[in-house]
């Protein structure tokens, strides 16, 4: 097997308090290979966005990286990246498209204008350099390049997002982190975007984090799965293994809570 | 009044918005009726007009064209004491847990007002027992709840605070616009279930709003799917999610997320066709062909059935 695009291991983060430590990941340890789809689901304050914010440094106080822990970019520890090394990191390493990220475009400048920041500011590009690599990468993701003049209201929540996945793959990211990159949208465009990023990493050759609360989505997108329960991970297999035979009780307990589109429903008592 | 009269129904609705040289549909020609002790589930993408199906039956929104029956009774535009009596009959549950409470006020206080606004004859007493009954309904400790404020509950605690105030009133109808959407799998269908409860409890007519056709097929008997305003298919459940006939609504259940179902590359060609029954479901469609015993679409031009 290939070095892993990411390895996390024994992460440890804690949001501190004024009384007690709040212990959001417990000793939390996976890899992610090149080129590899995978998926982390878990409900609503397990740590599941709070490790994606760790991996590329975003988390913020009161969350604090316990010492011992490590998370590995192509073999370099990312908590020991200093100012400097860390502003080259991001983006050019990992990128990241945000949980409301079709919300995340500045709403006064162009598109354009937005590509051109990150272009300018981190390969020095001109701007017609620029423009040239901008509409390139609207093609990407099926969005014609007199959208550049546009403004982001002026263009649908799909769209949107699908700008922001192309701004974050400017600089040829190992690792695309992506928070909930859907939840906002509806279950055709969601399709359409989720099967584009899919035909892009095959192309492009990146790995995906991807982050979701819906599990069965995550199931048709993902290569491998972790099961996240209260900060720690309790189960990792791929996707397939996962759905079909779960092992630990709790991801046995996620799957009886689905309700079916077709054939037997679930027992009504599974989840009350 | 026969077994089969729908306690409430909407005929040929249609809502408009826009100038009138140039009309936005919200609702078009929107018929169905709402039974005792059913559930119809109404499912469609965002925009498609199901908050204003939702708004009219809580004659929020007046129809353009069209009319509601109550009972069998046709509404027209009515005073405020009118609708404040109809709400007594017809409740509705949000989307939002945490934006449909009042921050600033206790539970008590959440489930005592409409018993004070629509039911004037109880006294104090009667009042708090009745709130008590209500949250033990809905499954909540009262003497845990009562004196809580919404911030101290958990979404699906909330969400159950919402369904015991529309029951406060004893109602015949129930909107539950996407009352789930918001809430963790492992929540959602202790909520579902709840409702399902109260509707065999009550006989209560419900209409489940969402865009989750899973959690639809777990909730109700029967299914609308709309799209641009106007109802392109509906029947019965399983008829429909097993045997779509309206292109629309294919590509609607072929986007839902599936487990069973590994995810494929969109075919070359597949956005352009997308767009074009997207295009054409938008048309007004006046036709209406059975297609199925409980089992209805609005064709559009040149399709083939089967």
Redesign the interface.
């Known amino acids: 097997m290939s070095a892993p695009v990411l390895s996390i291991r024994n992460l440890n983060i804690d949001y501190i308090g004024a009384e007690a430590n709040f212990r959001a990941v417990k000793d939390v340890s996976f890899d992610i290979a090149p080129g590899e789809f995978f998926g982390l689901a878990g ?2 304050g397990c740590g599941k966005s709070t490790i994606a914010f760790a991996v590329s440094r975003l988390h913020r106080p009161p969350a604090l990286i316990r010492t011992g822990s490590e998370i590995l970019v192509d073999g370099r520890d990312v908590l020991e990246l200093d100012k400097d090394a860390l502003r080259r990191f991001r983006w050019r390493e990992v990128a990241m498209v945000f949980q409301s990220a079709m919300n995340s475009l500045n709403p006064v400048l162009t598109i354009e204008a937005q590509f051109y920041d990150v272009l300018h500011t981190h390969k020095g590009m001109s701007r017609e350099a620029a423009r040239e690599r901008a509409a390139e990468l609207l093609k990407l993701v ?1 969005i014609p390049p007199d959208r550049l003049a546009a403004y982001p209201h002026q263009c649908s ?1 799909g769209m949107r997002q699908r700008i922001v996945i192309a701004i974050c793959l400017a600089l040829n990211p190992k690792l695309l982190i992506m928070d909930e990159p859907t939840t906002a ?8 975007i ?3 990023i ?2 892009l990493r095959k192309r492009l050759g990146f790995a995906v984090l991807f982050i979701t ?5 995550m ?3 993902s290569d491998r799965i972790g099961i996240m329960l209260e900060g720690e991970l309790v189960e990792v297999n791929d996707a397939q293994t996962i ?1 079909r035979s779960p092992q630990h009780d709790y991801t046995k ?2 799957w009886a ?6 054939g037997d ?2 027992r ?5 | 009044m026969s077994e089969n009269q729908p306690i409430l129904a909407l005929d040929n609705v249609s809502k408009i918005f826009g100038r009138a040289n140039q009309p936005i549909y919200a609702a078009r020609s929107v018929s169905f009726g709402l039974h005792a002790g059913r559930t119809l589930a109404l499912v469609g993408e965002s925009g498609s007009g199901k908050t204003t199906a939702a708004r009219l039956i809580m004659r929020e929104y007046h129809p353009d064209e069209g009319r509601l029956l109550f009972r069998g009774e046709p509404l027209g535009k009515a005073s405020a004491k009118a609708i404040k009596a109809y709400r007594a009959s017809v409740q509705m549950v949000f989307q939002d847990p945490f934006s449909s409470l009042n921050p600033a006020h206790t539970i008590r206080y959440h489930l005592e007002r409409p018993l004070r606004l629509h039911q004037r004859q109880l006294g104090r007493a009667e009042r708090r027992a009745a709130a008590e009954a209500l949250l033990e309904r809905v499954k909540l400790d009262p003497k845990l709840i009562m004196g809580k404020f919404p911030h101290e509950l958990s979404g699906g605690q909330r969400q159950r605070i919402s369904i015991a105030r529309a029951l406060a009133v004893n109602p015949q109808v129930i909107v539950a616009d996407e009352p789930t959407s918001m809430l963790d799998v492992s929540v959602r269908l202790g909520i579902l279930n709840l409702l399902n409860d109260m509707k065999k409890q009550d006989n209560l007519a419900l209409l489940y709003i969402t865009h989750d056709i899973a959690t639809a097929r777990f909730v109700a008997e029967d299914i609308m799917v709309m799209y641009a305003g106007q109802i392109v298919e509906w029947g019965a459940m399983d008829s429909v999610l097993d045997n779509p006939q309206h292109p629309y609504t294919r590509l609607l259940l072929a986007a839902v997320p599936d487990p069973d179902r590994r995810f494929d590359a969109a075919q070359p060609g597949e956005l352009e066709q997308i767009e074009t029954i997207r295009r054409q479901a938008a048309l007004p469609q006046k036709d209406i062909q059975q297609v199925g015993e409980n089992h209805f679409i609005r064709p559009i031009p040149d399709m083939v059935i089967g």
């Not at chain 1, 609360?213 to 989505?217: C, R, S």
């Not at chain 1, 009504?268 to 009350?272: I, K, M, R, V």
């Open positions: 409900e609503s099926d929540g949208l509806d279950v055709v465009v969601q399709r359409e989720l099967q584009r899919d035909v609360h819906d599990l069965g989505l199931v048709q997108v759905y307990r996620l809570s689905m309700p079916k589109l077709h429903q679930i009504p008592e599974a989840g009350a």
